[in-house]
């Protein structure tokens, strides 16, 4: 005789199947009973769990293992921890509170809470990644939330996001804490607490080396302050723009674009052009007080006015009639162009030195010169070289072809995959050698959209190290050609190509700030792991070298294993201790 097992109950095989699937039914029947009329605790209505801060979390994640949440960081990191909060009904009253123990050695810094937001991204790019990952609502999270509304909706996960910088003044040791929530469901008041760990390892990191430039659009400021511009140089927008360099430098951005041209005040006297660079200098200004000035890149002074891949033509000041100011596009062999260039580099030399920046001042001459029109450029870059030979010459680019004018090559990511013995030997031979990501690439290769692993963001400045690339370039900081918050995508309707969510921006506009977002996070962790590589490398470079290549494989192959990832750099703190 035949039985097997459910449950504890023993059920003969040879019960007809309708009386098996009545005691089901009755079983079922009075589980449902117990649930629909006990009175339940409020913690079994509320799972809060520590999820890993590089594990992305959706509106409609359900199961969240249990695991200790422990960071180990330098000094002068910030240790980030990400814990959810799922209910099955509505808290009410939420109160969130962080607390931080004093270690054997000394205390921490005080903590941070802030909420993940969730935005929609309606598109996905051209050529997804295999490993997109994919909201079934829609939602995806990415900002970073300073206010925690007092009530939680049900069956929807939230992400509260710890955050603590680690002082470099901190003693190496284990430093515990907590977070605590608060609130109520169905009327009865409830409290739960979940413990962290922070160690503090030896290793300390002040200055970053590695650069990164991520660009600003100041036609944009109007989300920043109710949806009206700030008139032109008021103090507002002043304050606008000291708030988001504030955030660019939290964030380890040490390279920021600012254009000469733009910020000049031209005037014509006697037949002659006058130059007056007080805005320029103001705005370089704010961005040193606030810490970020590493370089300037003096913002481009060429562009084509048949669009991508058509010739390359000076932007030109021209003083009209009725005594207003306007700039046309003239090809660099008229002597009007000539001319202009000339003396305006003159003049902005003679500013960069008096003030001390020269040195420090990088050029853009036109974006993404390609093989369609790099001798435009080429001509360009030329002339400029000859009227200003101290200034060196930075690019996105596209083309080989501009040999002798770039000295800060920045090929797109997979362009550098493709060509890298190009760009390798023009480092030796003295040039300084970044990448930058965009709309593309695509594909496989690390990004920073809001659809792909947030590692593979981080991963971003891996990449850097394993190829001895000094510099990152993106092109979208605050590019908010819409409300951020309702659609993180956009497309050209002319060409087709969508913009991935996350493309045109990396910060949030708020009231007079920004907001970073979880991306940033990730840059800016990924910035101190290109730190932590270099230390290492003067210790154990074959070291370095075997755990960055475990990380990243190739240009675009990968091991996103966020287990992996934690593991290789718990390693690194290991042999930096010793």
């Not at 059920?11 to 079922?28: D, N, W, Y």
């Not at 030997?425 to 300084?432: D, F, I, L, M, P």
């Not at 590692?455 to 979208?476: D, Q």
Request: contains cysteine; charged residues 25%; hydrophobic residues 40%.
């Amino acid at each position: 005789m035949n039985y097997w097992s459910s449950g504890g109950l023993f059920i003969k095989k040879s019960i007809p199947r309708i009386r098996f699937t009545l005691l089901f039914l009755v079983l079922g029947m009075l589980a449902f009973s117990v649930i629909c009329y006990s009175k339940p605790r409020n913690t079994d209505l509320l799972v809060f769990e520590y999820v890993d801060p590089l594990q992305k979390v959706f509106p409609e994640n359900t199961y969240f293992k249990p695991q200790k949440a422990v960071a180990e960081v330098a000094r002068g990191e910030y240790a980030s921890f990400q814990f959810v909060v799922r209910t099955a009904l509505p808290v009410k009253q939420l109160k969130v509170s962080v607390e931080t123990e004093k270690g054997a050695t000394g205390e921490l810094c005080p903590a941070s809470v802030r909420l993940v937001g969730y935005v929609q991204v309606s598109r996905s790019s051209n050529d997804p990644s295999p490993d997109r990952l994919i909201s079934n609502s829609g939602w995806y999270p990415d900002p970073l939330m300073e206010i925690i509304p007092p009530e939680l909706s049900p069956c929807v996960s939230r992400s509260l996001w710890v955050t603590i910088p680690i002082g470099t003044n901190v003693q190496p040791g284990i430093y515990k804490g907590a977070l605590t929530i608060a609130g109520k469901i169905l009327g009865k008041s409830f409290s739960e607490k979940r413990e962290f760990a922070v160690h503090v390892h030896h290793p300390i990191i002040t200055k970053t080396s590695l650069w990164v430039t991520n660009w600003i659009n100041l036609g944009y400021l109007k989300f920043m302050n109710g949806g009206k511009a700030p008139a032109q140089y008021s103090d507002r927008y002043w304050e606008l723009i000291r708030s988001l360099a504030h955030t660019m430098k939290e964030y380890r951005q040490n390279v920021s674009l600012v254009s000469p041209v733009s910020f000049c005040n031209f005037t014509m006297k006697d037949g002659k052009w006058n130059y007056d660079f007080s805005n320029f200098n103001r705005m370089v200004r704010i961005l040193t007080e606030e810490g970020i000035a590493g370089r300037i890149e003096g913002g481009h002074i060429a562009g084509s006015p048949d669009g991508f891949g058509g010739p390359f033509n000076v932007r030109v000041p021209v003083w009209k009639g009725d005594n207003s100011l306007s700039f046309e596009y003239m090809e660099i062999s008229k002597p009007e162009a000539r001319e202009f260039l000339s003396n305006f580099f003159q003049a902005l030399l003679k500013d960069l030195r008096e003030n001390g920046w020269d040195k420090i001042y990088l050029q853009h001459i036109a974006d993404e010169p390609g093989d369609k029109n790099y001798q435009s450029y080429a001509d360009i870059a030329t002339y400029v070289k000859r009227v200003a030979p101290d200034f060196k010459i930075i690019e996105a680019c596209h083309s080989h072809n501009l040999n002798n004018t770039i000295d800060v090559w920045v090929p797109m990511l997979n362009c550098l995959n493709d060509d890298f013995d190009f760009y390798a030997a023009r480092q030796k031979e003295g040039a300084e050698l970044w990448f930058y990501t965009c709309i593309k690439p695509q594909g496989r290769y690390a990004n920073r959209f809001i659809e792909l692993p947030l590692i593979k963001t981080r991963l971003l400045h891996w990449i850097n190290y394993r190829y001895n690339v000094t510099g990152y370039l993106h092109w979208g900081l605050n590019y908010w050609i819409k409300d951020p918050y309702v659609d993180a995508s956009d497309i050209d309707y002319d060409g087709g190509s969508v913009l991935p969510g996350g493309d045109c921006w990396i910060v949030y506009p708020a009231d007079g700030k920004v907001l970073a977002s979880i991306r940033l996070e990730a840059m800016r962790d990924g910035i101190f792991d290109y730190e932590l590589l270099k230390m290492l490398e003067e210790k154990h470079p074959e070291d370095a070298a075997k755990l960055a290549k475990e990380i990243i494989c190739k240009f675009d192959r990968y091991d996103t294993s966020i287990t992996n990832f934690r593991e290789r750099r718990r390693k690194i703190f290991e042999l930096l201790d010793q």
